[in-house]
Structures are given as structure tokens and as C-alpha cells.
């Protein structure tokens, strides 16, 4: 079995693991970003029982996830599923051969918190990953534009019912603690909850909006596109112009990081 590269002050080095669709890819891609002072490269892995494990045991802050694994070319989605589940902490970077319409939707409803197209620079997959550790949700203009108009057309077939969801008081305060960008540990911290607790909300908000992931939460809290829920949310949905995303206004977000100066990439935070 491989053993970690050694980086020196790993302490302050992001963990991160690749799971590439086979395993000389994937350290390939470990080889590469090693160069990267910044992250601490663990073992790469190729199957799905082998990613969650090495979760578990290595604890990664990101995973760099590509769809195919054991040649199954959407089995990265579920595995994708399956750690964010289990390792709520835990970023993913789906790795993408082409950015169209149904991977991003895909790897977005699967939780992951960015989408990493093939085609792209070694130094914006290093940015890439420091974006998303901090919080940040990665995606270019064209992919923001898919998921919005995938949410919009889901939305569109169930907002009858969605006019009527109730959420209790608590489950706003969370549902609000998800949309400024925090994890389960310190959405726990602030109302005084244990993360199991956490969780129970979270799974009973899912069920009544009838959603799979934290990003489609955020989505109806911001009322993207028209309104959904009753809950206290900025009146303007993110505008997208000249290649990038404005930060959301009000409530208090964590730091977005600004898009790049070419404005070929935004990074939003809100996951």
C-alpha cells in the first residue's frame, strides 16, 4: 500500500485525496499537486470501497472524486453520496472530463462542492481546492447557469407544494446557519445542539423540500429565481455578468472570494 507524501509543516497543509478513474491517473494527479507546498497528497484510490476507507482512516479535508470508478462511468456520484454522509466535513471536488449540463447537475446534487473540468490549468485546480477547503463553492458562470436552471425546472414542478412547506423555527435557524456557509459542528455550536440533532433537522429539511443536497438548501433559502419559502433571505438573486458571480448581499455570508480578474471563475460561498 502507498504511503503518504511527506510535505514538510503538514500541520498547515491541506489533506487531500485523489480518486482518479484509474490509479495511475490518480497519481499523476497526486505528483503533480505535491509540487503545491500548500497540500498534504494521501494515497490515492480507484474504487469506491477504497475511497470511503481511506476517508475514514486518513480523514482528508478534500477528495478530488472522478465519476468513473470501476468503470462505471456515475459510480464517483454515489461514492460522492457516501462520504459527504458519513464525513459531513469533508470537501469534494468532482473531476469532470467535459463541464456539460448533466455531470454538473449530477455532481452538485450528489453534494459535491465543486466541479473540476479536465480541460483547466494544474493552477486552477490548486486554487480550486484551497477555494473549496475554505468553504467556497467552485463552479464557472456556464455551470452555475446549469444547476440554477435545473433547480428552477424542479422547482417549477413542485412549487405548489413548496408554497406550503412549514418549517419550525429551529429548522429556519438552521436552514440560515447552512446558507452563511457552516458545518454541522458549528451549526451545533451555535444553537446549542449536538450533531446528531444537527443531522435529524437536517434530514427532516431535506424531506420537506423535497431536496439531496446542502447547495439546493441554500438555493431555496436565497429564493433563487422565484420565491419558495417563507424564511428570512436576501431580496436579490446572484447576478451573473461578464463571466462571474457577485457575492450575495445580506444575511452575513463567510468571506466570498473574489472571482479571478480574467472572470472566467467564481467561487461563491455558500457551502
Same mark, same amino acid.
Given at each position: ?60 479535508? *478534500? ?10 462511468? @456515475? ?22 472530463? #467535459? ?52 433547480? @428552477? ?14 418549517? @419550525? ?8 446557519? *447552512? ?53 428570512? #433571505? ?6 451573473? #455578468?461578464?463571466?462571474? *458571480? ?26
Amino acid at each position: 500500500m502507498a504511503h503518504s507524501i511527506a510535505l514538510p509543516d503538514v500541520s498547515q497543509s491541506i489533506r487531500v485525496l485523489a480518486a482518479d478513474s484509474t490509479r495511475m491517473n490518480s497519481q499523476l494527479l497526486a505528483n503533480a499537486l505535491v509540487r503545491d507546498k500548500k497540500f498534504q497528497l494521501l494515497e490515492t484510490e480507484t474504487t469506491a470501497a477504497g475511497v470511503l476507507a481511506a476517508a475514514s482512516a486518513q480523514k482528508p479535508a *478534500v477528495v478530488l472524486l472522478s465519476p468513473r470508478l470501476e468503470d462505471n462511468p @456515475s459510480l464517483g456520484f454515489q461514492v460522492a453520496r457516501q462520504l459527504i454522509a458519513a464525513h459531513p466535513h469533508i470537501r469534494v471536488v468532482m473531476l469532470l472530463d #467535459a463541464a456539460d449540463r448533466n455531470s454538473v447537475v449530477e455532481a452538485f446534487r450528489a453534494g459535491a462542492h465543486g466541479v473540476f473540468c479536465r480541460t483547466e490549468s494544474l493552477k486552477s485546480l490548486s486554487k480550486c481546492i484551497r477555494c473549496v477547503h475554505e468553504g467556497q463553492v467552485w463552479a464557472n458562470s456556464n455551470e452555475l447557469r446549469f444547476l440554477l436552471d435545473a433547480l @428552477s425546472q424542479a422547482m417549477s414542478t413542485r412549487i405548489v407544494g413548496a408554497a406550503g412547506v412549514s418549517l @419550525s423555527k429551529r429548522e429556519q435557524d438552521v436552514v440560515q446557519c *447552512v446558507s452563511e456557509g457552516l458545518s454541522n459542528r458549528e451549526i451545533a455550536h451555535r444553537l446549542s445542539l449536538t450533531e446528531h440533532t444537527v443531522k435529524n433537522y437536517l434530514f427532516r429539511i431535506f424531506d420537506k423540500l423535497g431536496v439531496s443536497s446542502r447547495v439546493e438548501v441554500v438555493l431555496y433559502a436565497f429564493n433563487i429565481g422565484r420565491p419558495a419559502l417563507p424564511i428570512a #433571505a436576501p431580496a436579490a438573486a446572484p447576478a451573473i #455578468a461578464s463571466g462571474r *458571480v457577485r457575492p450575495l448581499p445580506a444575511p452575513p455570508l463567510r468571506k466570498p472570494a473574489s472571482a479571478q480578474q480574467d472572470g472566467s471563475r467564481s467561487e461563491v460561498g455558500i457551502v
